[in-house]
């Protein structure tokens, strides 16, 4: 059998033909990435519900990535990570990533807890009744984040975060009357303006 470098197609054979395959791993670690994590998990470590967050993903071993990603933020179970995608331009914190890290360490909390990700196998109300609980307790986390660091003098700039992700009407509710089922219907009303 000739060899890849004797194909017209050199390399490019890999998994497509008899040459061997290019292990060529792409790294999407963040240049700042452990600064960006640290700044981030200090700044989340100043609210009561950011700090509990941090030390529950500590105690059970779940570690966070900073990734070169547009923005986002994501928990996979089987590598019991939390992800932070952060702009490979940015080199700084800014209250939307530490809001999305609590809500990402929040998600993570859920899952490790029994509360897991909805199955496409579930009767279809099912389903829907499991997604949205679970969207709106990482919302109404994210709500209390904000309220307890603007609490502790970090200024509006969080609740300011909260309105740009589209949850504003949601963190009025809260503060106005607290966790309860009525937040369920703002969430629920929220959704269909979005429509």
């Known amino acids: 059998m000739a060899s890849t470098s004797d194909s017209p197609f050199g390399k490019l054979q890999g998994a497509f033909g008899t040459g061997q395959a290019q292990n060529a791993a792409i790294d ?3 240049p700042q990435a452990d600064k960006l994590r640290h700044a981030a998990e200090t700044t989340l470590e100043r609210s009561a519900a950011g700090l509990k967050l941090v030390r529950w993903a500590y105690q059970n071993n779940i570690q966070i990535k900073v990734l070169r ?5 994501a928990f996979s179970p089987e590598n019991r990570a939390v992800y932070l995608g952060i702009s490979s331009d940015i080199n700084t914190i800014s209250p939307s990533h530490v809001l999305e890290l609590g809500g990402a360490l929040r998600q993570a909390q859920q899952q490790m807890t029994g509360h897991g990700t909805p199955t496409a196998d579930m009767d279809p ?11 709106l307790d990482i919302i109404v986390t994210m709500c209390k984040i904000a309220q ?3 609490a502790v003098g970090n200024g509006s700039e969080f609740i300011d975060s909260i309105k740009s ?3 504003g009407d ?4 809260y503060i106005s009357n607290g966790p309860g089922d009525h937040l ?7 959704l269909e303006k979005q429509k």
């Open 28 to 30: 999407y670690t963040h």
């Open 69 to 73: 990603h547009k923005s986002g933020q």
């Open 125 to 135: 109300v099912a389903f829907e009744a499991q997604y949205h609980a679970k969207m």
């Open 148 to 150: 307890e660091l603007e």
């Open 165 to 167: 992700f589209g949850h």
């Open 170 to 173: 949601i963190y009025e509710a």
């Open 184 to 190: 369920t219907d703002v969430y629920f009303d929220n």
